[in-house]
């Protein structure tokens, strides 16, 4: 009678422990794509810059990078294209002055005013204020992705919201080692 008891406890242990190993381990492959989506937002990067640069062989260095990191992500359009300096705007400021042009971004619908300052930001990718204003307008807008793909590439640390998941995760490892030290003193009790 004692050995069943003994059995049935070891067996309880042995789920409860793969069921918070396995709570512990579902939690880290989020930080690894994370990772992974900001060294493949680093290579576009370098690839449009490379690109813009006349370096269309360095640009599909990165482009190969960026595949083998992300095989399902289509080629963009404009690695496929041959841009030369006669497609660049010979200034920013000869379209529209930058200060209309940010005013026109706040009065547009966001996914027009995000049209436009990604070709903005094609060809002068180190315009900050422009990036600026792209986390401005996707902070309003909601738009994570933009958020944090921008932010990065200034080097400004978002607040990372609360995560519930994580600690739901945490209180639940903590009731299965109180469970698990319970029928611990359970089973020296019985001896």
Not at 15 to 40: C, E, G, H, M, R
Request: charge should be positive; proline fraction near 4%.
């Amino acid at each position: 009678m004692k050995n069943a008891v003994l059995i049935k406890s070891l067996l309880f242990f042995i789920l409860l422990f793969s069921f918070s190993f396995y709570i512990v381990q579902a939690s880290t492959p989020q930080k690894d794509k994370s990772k992974k989506q900001q060294i493949i937002a680093s290579l576009m990067q370098k690839a449009k810059k490379a690109m813009l640069s006349g370096n269309k062989k360095q640009a599909d260095i990165y482009w190969q990078q960026i595949n083998s990191l992300d095989p399902q992500r289509a080629k963009p359009i404009w690695l496929s294209k041959n841009i030369s300096n006669q497609n660049k705007p010979e200034s920013q400021l000869t379209i529209l002055e930058e200060k209309q042009f940010i005013k026109l971004m706040n009065e547009l619908p966001y996914e027009k005013a995000k049209i436009e300052l990604d070709k903005r930001l094609f060809f002068s990718p180190n315009n900050n204020k422009l990036r600026l204003l792209y986390i401005e307008l996707a902070k309003k807008n909601n738009d994570k992705e933009e958020l944090e793909k921008h932010s990065n590439l200034l080097g400004i640390k978002q607040p990372k919201p609360f995560d519930y998941k994580l600690l739901f995760k945490y209180v639940l490892i903590i009731v299965i080692i109180l469970l698990i030290i319970y029928e611990i003193f359970k089973i020296l009790k019985n001896k």
